[in-house]
């Protein structure tokens, strides 16, 4: 089954940095575009960042174009998200999500806080 583990998260202060990263199996990882989520408290899921297969191409949503870097390793069936320059406004609950077969498929989320 299509298990998707996210890790990374924690607390930092404004201006700080945290790698996520987003270990998946049940699926050959390398076929699939991977995105990344975040949802904050009282706010709709929204999509941060997206990779292609062979992590040729991305894309990022407007608020963290130039701060965050997604990449991949189809080796490790890992993806990641470089968080830099955090503000806190990007506090959310992170999440990877993969749309197989008609299903979208989610981790656990990560908890990342950006606070002083």
């Known amino acids: 089954q299509v298990q998707l583990v996210e890790s990374g998260g924690g607390l930092v202060q404004p201006g700080g940095s945290l790698r996520l990263s987003c270990v998946a199996s049940g699926f050959i990882f390398s076929n699939y575009v991977m995105k990344w989520y975040r949802q904050a408290p009282g706010k709709e899921r929204e999509l941060v960042a997206s990779?292609?297969?062979?992590?040729?191409?991305?894309k990022y949503a407007d608020s963290v174009k130039g701060r965050f870097t997604v990449s991949r390793d189809n080796a490790k069936n890992t993806v990641y998200l470089q968080m830099n320059s955090l503000k806190p406004e990007d506090t959310a609950v992170y999440f990877c999500n993969v749309f197989r077969n008609g299903i979208y498929y989610w981790g656990q989320g990560t908890q990342v806080t950006i606070s002083s």
């Open positions: 990779i292609t297969t062979t992590g040729g191409a991305t």
